[in-house]
């Protein structure tokens, strides 16, 4: 999906910006690209240029894809994988790296790890291929990377939700995730970006575009 907008002009109107954007555009652009006290430039170019990189076309592609091959192979249901593999221990490492950045206040960085992990989902799909695991009926297989992806949009949702509270929540409804899934009252707790919380026979909500891309028209 994509969505157009005229340019605002030379001159930066930030609630102009976020009626059109988005909150949660408008904050993740100030926030990954600006360290903690330090000055920082700012165009409407970059603002689109980043949210497309990091939103629409990394994690926005993730959780469609995710979405998509979940209900076309599996009717949305995941199958709790036993077998570790690479996405659980770097999904690990970018959890403990989130967590570490965020205690030094570099929320820049902070962000960077999780944009980092959606690369790295995003690399698994390309690596591990589901649609050939599909076609040669590699049943245990594509179950394992379903519910890799599944379970590491969990996790991303958790460490974008200080930033981007709005696009968390919707990650968290297309997962079907709901507060009372956790067993607490709170939603977002970095103490449940711990992997393998979503439990076996979990079934997915299907996916609804949450980052079309922008297009400036002038």
């Given at each position: 999906?994509t969505?157009?907008?005229?340019s605002v002009?030379t001159?930066?109107?930030?609630f102009?910006?976020?009626d059109?954007a988005?909150?949660?555009?408008?904050?993740?652009?100030?926030?990954s690209?600006?360290?903690?006290?330090?000055?920082?430039d700012?165009?409407?170019?970059?603002l689109?240029e980043?949210y497309n990189a990091?939103?629409?076309?990394s994690?926005?592609?993730l959780l469609?894809r995710?979405?998509n091959?979940?209900?076309?192979y599996r009717?949305g249901?995941l199958?709790i994988s036993?077998?570790?593999g690479?996405?659980?221990?770097r999904?690990?490492?970018f959890?403990?790296?989130?967590?570490?950045?965020m205690s030094?206040?570099?929320?820049?960085?902070?962000?960077?790890?999780?944009m980092g992990l959606?690369?790295?989902?995003n690399q698994?799909?390309?690596?591990?291929?589901?649609?050939k695991?599909?076609?040669q009926?590699?049943?245990?297989?594509?179950?394992?990377a379903?519910?890799?992806?599944?379970?590491?949009?969990?996790?991303?949702a958790?460490l974008?939700?200080?930033?981007l509270?709005k696009a968390?929540?919707?990650?968290?409804d297309?997962l079907?995730w709901k507060?009372?899934?956790?067993?607490?009252e709170e939603?977002?707790?970095?103490?449940?970006?711990?992997?393998g919380?979503?439990?076996d026979?979990h079934?997915v909500g299907?996916?609804v575009?949450?980052?079309?891309r922008i297009?400036?028209s002038a």
């Amino acid at each position: 999906a994509t969505t157009s907008w005229r340019s605002v002009g030379t001159v930066v109107h930030p609630f102009c910006l976020a009626d059109k954007a988005g909150s949660d555009v408008w904050r993740h652009y100030l926030m990954s690209t600006t360290a903690t006290g330090q000055d920082a430039d700012f165009s409407e170019e970059r603002l689109v240029e980043r949210y497309n990189a990091d939103l629409a076309n990394s994690l926005g592609n993730l959780l469609n894809r995710t979405l998509n091959m979940a209900h076309r192979y599996r009717d949305g249901r995941l199958v709790i994988s036993k077998d570790g593999g690479l996405l659980l221990a770097r999904a690990d490492y970018f959890a403990k790296a989130f967590k570490f950045c965020m205690s030094e206040f570099s929320v820049d960085a902070a962000i960077a790890k999780t944009m980092g992990l959606a690369t790295e989902a995003n690399q698994f799909i390309e690596r591990t291929a589901p649609w050939k695991l599909a076609k040669q009926n590699e049943s245990a297989d594509l179950e394992s990377a379903l519910y890799h992806l599944a379970e590491s949009l969990r996790i991303i949702a958790i460490l974008i939700s200080p930033v981007l509270p709005k696009a968390a929540h919707g990650i968290f409804d297309q997962l079907n995730w709901k507060m009372g899934s956790s067993g607490k009252e709170e939603r977002f707790s970095l103490a449940d970006a711990e992997w393998g919380r979503l439990p076996d026979g979990h079934v997915v909500g299907k996916p609804v575009p949450l980052f079309p891309r922008i297009e400036i028209s002038a």
